[in-house]
């Protein structure tokens, strides 16, 4: 079985729920960040400073962080899309209130009847590399 990647139409229903993501995480958009997750027990998110194991963990993670300092700009996002039904994304972020730092993010996406939602996720933050 030959898996197809980036078929166009799959590509940008994950780019638009990757933006849509960001736009909620940076305007600390706690509902939307929640629907973004799924909603199950296998869902994990290991963040900078926090191992999240469970959709319930996530939410109340989210529901519970500052909301000072999300701001941040993207590079190098790359978006793979495996087949019509799963997908990775990655990019790396910087801070203005993090210099010398960069942001690594990796986010695995599964479409879902109510649409695609984060499975997976890990964050981490380490010194620029030079």
Known sequence: ????????????????AFAA????????DVAALDRFFLDRPTTIRYGVGEN?????????FRAGRSP?????????????????DFAVAATLFRRASAPGKVGRQMQTWV???????VAAAHVSIIDEPR
């Open 52 to 60: 999240l194991y469970g959709y319930a963990a996530i939410a109340a």
């Open 21 to 28: 993501y960001e736009k909620a995480l940076v305007e600390n």
């Open 68 to 84: 000072a300092g999300l701001a941040r700009t993207l590079a190098e996002t790359v978006i793979t899309a495996y087949g019509r």
């Open 111 to 117: 479409r879902m009847a109510e649409g695609w939602r």
């Open 1 to 16: 079985m030959s898996v197809e990647i980036d078929l166009p139409d799959v590509k940008a229903e994950v780019e638009a």
